[in-house]
């Protein structure tokens, strides 16, 4: 690792950071009128930070979501979560979008990923999870970039 210090870019440009937070509370309001479980939407955003390697945010929405209310057990098995029967139908297809969406570098979202998502989800939820996702890779890359700091 280099000793360079490196640049917050949300500091280094607060008015773009600010947008970044306002779209963040408007896709918050989408998911929540296309009828998404707060609890599912913080699980959203665990499992892009997981793919994105990014502990501030894995840090800051495992608390978020265990103020919530979500079980312990649902987070700690969310890496493999098509592996156990903690998720319902609902929280399946959004996951499954989620990742699909989050690792579009590894190729594009595949007819498959997305028709199982359409088989479960609204039209509306389908949107709102791909905000989500959309949004939090945005904030995954402004803290990894930044190496914004996690200490305990």
């Not at 600010?18 to 665990?46: F, H, N, Q, R, Y």
């Not at 989620?98 to 998502?117: K, N, P, W």
């Not at 709102?128 to 996702?133: E, H, Y």
């Not at 939090?136 to 190496?147: E, G, I, K, L």
């Amino acid at each position: 690792m280099t000793d360079t210090q490196r640049v917050n870019i949300g500091k280094q440009h607060p008015a773009p950071y600010k947008t970044l937070l306002a779209l963040s509370a408007e896709v918050e309001s989408a998911a929540a009128a296309a009828g998404l479980d707060p609890l599912l939407v913080e699980l959203l955003k665990i499992r892009a930070s997981q793919i994105n390697g990014c502990a501030f945010c894995l840090r800051m929405h495992t608390r978020d979501a265990l103020k919530k209310g979500e079980n312990p057990d649902r987070i700690a098995v969310l890496p493999a979560w098509a592996e156990t029967g903690y998720f319902s139908d609902t929280d399946r297809a959004a996951l499954r979008l989620t990742e699909s969406i989050t690792g579009v570098s590894d190729g594009q979202v595949s007819d498959e990923d997305y028709d199982a998502a359409a088989d479960v989800l609204t039209a509306e939820q389908i949107s709102a999870v791909a905000w989500l996702a959309t949004v939090m890779n945005a904030f995954n890359r402004v803290a990894v970039t930044s190496r914004y700091p996690v200490r305990s």
